[in-house]
């Protein structure tokens, strides 16, 4: 199958490309499209065989549930029942936005879509393309991110050409996302809301905008706490590069001496190495390549390049990477959360005196 990659600029939106990626939709195709989080590979989500289509083009085990994507509120009542007053207030506050709620969903939801399970994943997302595409299509479009499973997800349309060329009729090239990781999710249907992935939309903003306690699935806090992730997506080693990475934590100054000591051991062991640094200490390392991920006071920045990097590693055919830690004040919780499962949680913590 050829895939057509069509460039569309989100502020001045082509309407006859989009007519073309809405027809594919209606007649059961998919069509990958950007959100403001990552590139997603959309389908339509009342469709069984649609939805069966995107877990074949993404090699995605059938019992990981896919997001559904809505452009009007309304469409919350179509696809989930029971609905909750806090779902009601999180719409208020973050949508559209990159905030994925989870809740009982209705007869009219395919199990395909949610893999099985008795609760959905909505949301909104705010991209005018994406909006656009739901709209003309008149569906609601399940979309996980539009990668191969177990590769970091797509933040540009190169990327989603990667790892999908070939295998879709559609890609609409909308540019660099904004966000660069993807939504928040949290979970309504228990008795506490509880975040089941960190995302751009925090902790505290939640609360805040809920005026109650949020809880953090216990599943996703620490590699070894036993318990399994309440998002099926969670247990899997996503966002895996092919080299080894490895986190080292610290004092700057510290971290960069044991960076460059473990390089130097690898390069003298024929290893070709990369390193993950910070546009402040860039010029400090040695290594085969080093890549900067922005400057370490702008978060926004290392969540944009997390993924682009990992992606370019692999490219290099590098055998290990080093990375800095980032756990930035607001959407460290998030970076880190996909960091540390791209490292597989190897991390070396420097002592003061080493
Ligand atoms: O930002 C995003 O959310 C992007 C863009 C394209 O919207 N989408 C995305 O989808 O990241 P995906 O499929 O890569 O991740 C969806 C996650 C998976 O971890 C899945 O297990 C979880 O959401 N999920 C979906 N439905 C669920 C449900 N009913 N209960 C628990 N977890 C669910
Ligand atoms: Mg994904």
Same mark, same amino acid.
């Given at each position: 199958m050829e895939t057509k990659r069509i460039v569309i600029d989100p502020t001045d939106i082509d309407a006859s490309a989009i007519s073309v990626a809405a027809a594919i939709i209606r007649e059961g195709g998919l069509v990958a499209f950007?959100?403001?989080?990552?590139?997603?590979?959309?389908?339509?989500?009342?469709?069984?065989?649609?939805?069966?289509?995107?877990?074949a083009a993404k090699g995605?085990?059938?019992? %990981?549930?896919?997001?559904?994507?809505?452009?009007?509120?309304?469409?919350?009542?179509?696809?989930?029942?029971?609905?909750?007053?806090?779902a009601e207030r999180l719409a208020d506050a973050f949508w559209p936005g990159p905030l994925t709620m989870i809740l009982w969903k209705s007869d009219r939801v395919p199990p395909e879509t949610t893999g099985g399970m008795e609760t959905v994943a909505v949301r909104m997302p705010d991209h005018p393309v994406a909006l656009r595409l739901i709209e003309e299509s008149g569906r609601l479009i399940a979309a996980p991110s539009a990668n191969t499973?177990?590769?970091?997800?797509?933040?540009?349309?190169?990327?989603?050409?990667?790892?999908?060329?070939?295998?879709?009729?559609?890609?609409?090239?909308?540019?660099?996302?904004?966000?660069?990781?993807?939504?928040?999710?949290v979970d309504l249907t228990e008795q506490v809301p509880m975040i089941l992935r960190p995302g751009y939309i925090t902790r505290e903003m939640l609360r805040e905008a809920l005026g109650t306690e949020v809880c953090v699935d216990p599943g996703i806090i620490a590699a070894d706490s036993g318990q399994k992730p309440k998002a099926p997506g969670m247990k899997y080693r996503h966002y895996a590069p092919r080299a080894e990475l490895v986190i080292v934590e610290g004092d700057t100054d510290r971290v960069v001496a044991r960076i460059n000591r473990l390089a130097a051991e690898r390069q003298t062991r024929g290893e070709k190495t990369g390193i993950l640094a910070t546009d402040e200490t860039r010029s400090l390392y040695r290594a085969d390549y080093i890549r900067s991920i922005?400057?370490?006071?702008?978060?926004?920045?290392?969540?944009?390049?997390?993924?682009?990097?990992?992606?370019?590693?692999?490219?290099?055919?590098?055998?290990?990477?080093?990375?800095?830690?980032?756990?930035?004040?607001?959407?460290?919780?998030?970076?880190? %959360?996909?960091?540390?499962?791209?490292?597989?949680?190897?991390?070396?913590?420097?002592?003061?005196d080493g």
């Amino acid at each position: 199958m050829e895939t057509k990659r069509i460039v569309i600029d989100p502020t001045d939106i082509d309407a006859s490309a989009i007519s073309v990626a809405a027809a594919i939709i209606r007649e059961g195709g998919l069509v990958a499209f950007p959100t403001e989080t990552v590139y997603g590979l959309g389908a339509d989500a009342l469709s069984s065989q649609a939805a069966r289509k995107i877990y074949a083009a993404k090699g995605r085990p059938s019992d %990981n549930p896919l997001i559904v994507h809505i452009s009007r509120r309304e469409d919350l009542f179509t696809v989930a029942r029971d609905i909750p007053v806090w779902a009601e207030r999180l719409a208020d506050a973050f949508w559209p936005g990159p905030l994925t709620m989870i809740l009982w969903k209705s007869d009219r939801v395919p199990p395909e879509t949610t893999g099985g399970m008795e609760t959905v994943a909505v949301r909104m997302p705010d991209h005018p393309v994406a909006l656009r595409l739901i709209e003309e299509s008149g569906r609601l479009i399940a979309a996980p991110s539009a990668n191969t499973s177990g590769r970091p997800s797509p933040t540009t349309a190169e990327h989603v050409m990667c790892d999908m060329e070939g295998r879709i009729p559609m890609v609409l090239d909308g540019g660099a996302v904004g966000i660069g990781i993807e939504s928040t999710i949290v979970d309504l249907t228990e008795q506490v809301p509880m975040i089941l992935r960190p995302g751009y939309i925090t902790r505290e903003m939640l609360r805040e905008a809920l005026g109650t306690e949020v809880c953090v699935d216990p599943g996703i806090i620490a590699a070894d706490s036993g318990q399994k992730p309440k998002a099926p997506g969670m247990k899997y080693r996503h966002y895996a590069p092919r080299a080894e990475l490895v986190i080292v934590e610290g004092d700057t100054d510290r971290v960069v001496a044991r960076i460059n000591r473990l390089a130097a051991e690898r390069q003298t062991r024929g290893e070709k190495t990369g390193i993950l640094a910070t546009d402040e200490t860039r010029s400090l390392y040695r290594a085969d390549y080093i890549r900067s991920i922005g400057a370490r006071s702008d978060e926004d920045a290392i969540a944009r390049h997390l993924y682009q990097l990992l992606r370019e590693f692999d490219d290099l055919a590098v055998d290990v990477i080093y990375s800095e830690s980032f756990a930035t004040p607001r959407i460290g919780h998030a970076i880190m %959360n996909r960091l540390l499962k791209a490292a597989g949680h190897q991390v070396i913590t420097v002592e003061k005196d080493g």
